[in-house]
């Protein structure tokens, strides 16, 4: 029997009544002739309330310091939300009918590393998995969690129910991937920016994971990479409605497209610039080893020679992180291990981009995108370019204008 | 080292401040020199809440009848909430400085019998707790569960903590199993119905276990005859004031008691009476037969001679069960298996009981009681007793009036 798995993410088991809605697609897809493993997620809100109760238990009132905690007592403890919602799903599931059990990770065995809090998939042993499938049980797997090297619940980080299903959808041989969520599917923008946004029929892997990293919240990053590396057909769709969704697949599953997909943005962005740096071999990776020493995730990076034998270092970062990463560098320079005359920092900056697999085929798509902008009178103040996308670096003020001008431009409200 | 088993209920545990301060008792036995193993239930109201949500799965709004569900199911939502508690144990421990782990029942692992929502422990191996005692590290036991033949979850049934708590005393070797609670010990009596009610320093598990069945609710029966079969030490005690409480342990350890230590009560009961049955071999079989098929529990029975080869039968039971009673008997009486003139229900009587060890060597307990209860115009129904135990059947008006002639007659306020 060919086999599908079907995610559930927190807002669409929030309750019982969502439970029994989403238990009566599965139903469907069982009256459809597949055998399904069902993913669920924690009620939503649930995980957020648990990960609170962690910190409060390792930083009681009075506590000197925010303390580190046991990543393991966290993984005990969060990893309960996803169990309670597989016991409701397999209960509900055998009310409407449907033979099934529920499996936590450690019974599968869902094999992690033993990095508690963040652990990787190292391997699903689907024997056991399999042999229910053969007496004709239907599978409800408690997501986002395994079992570590020392017999203990890890869980695989935030988000991570996407990854839990993509890989059992590899492991299973499953046909495709459905992931139910609180959207119906991957649009060209975000429609709150222009309502001329178009849901895609189909987009694929590369497309989706730089859609992803620029914060269109729609799928785990790991996710999309997981299932490109094993060719899993993953469909985004919604919960709440009856409507065709996008499928994430192989581009060679894509018969026609845009040169241009989608556009993308990320608003909370902030611009930091070293002035006058001593231009030596070492200098780039003493900069940016001081930041990433600090944990700060630099984005965009842009070296201009600015006179002779200094230059100008640019980078782009989370506004969040400006006061962090000027801590740090101002530390570096202290230590004498890099040398500056000056720090700018510009934290009223986004970052927009388009991404589109048919770059790869077609030229003077950067030189329309910057042609789009500078119409409108949108400056921008950095670039960066990938074989699949271009970003640009504009004050935070004129973001919705460019995410309609490239719109616009590239006429993505037409389908290819 | 000398090992201690703490165990703390869900009111003890209810919210963070009070696992705090549960942690601290048990920072204060490590700081005594234990080995502890702390075991907890799910916070207060938490069961109740999962309990419900595994119902109402189930039993969807407009399902036709109230269905059965999957108990296996049941157990892996309901366990859900001793693992929460028992990673937030973990962690305040490891706050205060005490060395702690989490430990599942799957992990010890703690071995059952396959009946789901009412295993029984089967084995404990106590290996790998061990080799982390030796490591110094002290565990907190999720309490309530274990792991089937099956590879599940499985839980002990409602208050199972408490025999998981005796269950690891005795597989530990522990000097002793505290169990905090919200009373701070067993009384001589409700203190509620009298302010002379006296808390008593040790009870012997015999007594302990008259007194659990009579409904004076400080402790699950099973975990008391467990108790009493592996001599595991137990302390009542309350986990909100720094009082002493109640040791129950072999009578051999208490040198010193009343002839009567309590007056136990249970006060919704009834007493119903079958007039004229024909008494012949069998039909106390027939008659009791037919209440257990209906899953009536019957207490006290007593059978009268009234005429020639004709019997009274009369029998106490749960109020509630009284019209489920009725029926069962009218139906046996339909099918020709049983034959009565006449059934009589009384709705509205009590038991009241003494307990105490001392019965066993002294005589004139039961006059006394009888005595004690006549001078203050109670009438007396019904009366059973056993070696250790005298109960009568009263009109329940007369409920608290009794309890309180029996606490004086026997001078319970006084110690021994």
């Known amino acids: 029997m060919p086999?599908?798995?079907?995610?559930?993410?927190?807002?669409?088991?929030?309750?019982l009544e969502r439970i029994r809605n989403a238990a009566a697609r599965v139903k469907r897809e069982v009256d459809n002739g597949y055998e399904v493993a069902v993913i669920v997620s924690a009620m939503s809100g649930k995980t957020n309330e648990?990960?609170?109760?962690?910190?409060?238990?390792?930083?009681?009132?009075?506590?000197?310091?925010?303390?580190?905690y046991d990543a393991r007592e966290y993984d005990?403890?969060?990893?309960?939300?996803?169990?309670v919602t597989a016991g409701l799903m397999a209960l509900t599931l055998q009310e409407l009918g449907v033979p099934a059990r529920s499996w936590l990770g450690w019974q599968v065995p869902v094999r992690t590393t033993n990095a508690h809090g963040a652990a990787r998939i190292e391997e699903i042993e689907t024997a056991n998995l399999d042999r229910k499938f053969d007496e004709g049980l239907h599978a409800v797997i408690a997501g986002f969690q395994g079992v570590g090297p020392d017999g203990r619940i890890t869980t695989l980080g935030r988000g991570g129910s996407d990854t839990t299903a993509v890989a059992f959808a590899a492991a299973l041989g499953a046909e495709r991937c459905d992931i139910y969520t609180d959207v119906d599917g991957v649009y060209t923008t975000d429609p709150r920016i222009t309502p001329k946004a178009r849901k895609l029929d189909r987009i694929a892997y590369e497309e989706m994971l730089e859609l992803a990293s620029l914060g269109a919240k729609v799928l785990q990053t790991r996710s999309v990479e997981l299932a490109m590396r094993y060719k899993?057909?993953?469909?985004?769709?919604s919960s709440f409605e009856d409507l065709p969704g996008t499928l994430v697949c192989d581009e060679e599953e894509i018969m026609e497209s845009n040169v241009v997909s989608g556009v993308a943005y990320s608003r909370d962005e902030a611009k930091m610039t070293l002035i006058s740096v001593a231009d030596r071999p070492g200098i780039a990776a003493a900069i940016f080893?001081?930041?990433?020493?600090?944990?700060?995730?630099?984005?965009?990076?842009?070296?201009?020679i600015s006179e002779e034998g200094r230059t100008d270092m640019t980078f782009s970062l989370a506004v969040d992180d400006v006061p962090r990463?000027?801590?740090?560098?101002?530390?570096?320079?202290?230590?004498?291990?890099?040398n500056y005359r000056e720090l700018e920092a510009d934290p009223d900056v986004a970052k927009v981009s388009i991404v589109g697999i048919g770059m790869r085929s077609h030229t003077g798509v950067a030189r329309k995108m910057f042609a789009a902008l500078a119409a409108d009178g949108v400056n921008i103040k950095v670039i960066t370019t990938s074989e699949i996308k271009v970003s640009v670096l504009i004050d935070r003020k004129y973001l919705e204008l460019a995410v309609q001008s490239l719109h616009d431009a590239f006429e993505l409200e037409k389908a290819p």
């Not at 086999?3 to 309750?15: E, H, I, Q």
């Not at 005990?76 to 939300?81: K, L, Q």
């Not at 899993?232 to 769709?237: G, I």
Request: proline share 4%.
């Open 232 to 237: 899993v057909r993953l469909q985004v769709l």
């Open 76 to 83: 005990a403890v969060v990893a309960s939300g996803e169990q």
């Open 289 to 304: 080893g001081a930041l990433s020493d600090a944990a700060i995730n630099v984005d965009m990076i842009v070296q201009n």
């Open 325 to 338: 990463a000027s801590q740090a560098l101002e530390n570096a320079k202290t230590a004498g291990t890099i």
């Open 3 to 15: 086999r599908l798995v079907m995610k559930f993410g927190g807002t669409s088991v929030a309750d």
């Open 50 to 68: 648990l990960v609170g109760w962690v910190r409060d238990a390792a930083n009681p009132p009075g506590a000197n310091a925010p303390g580190l």
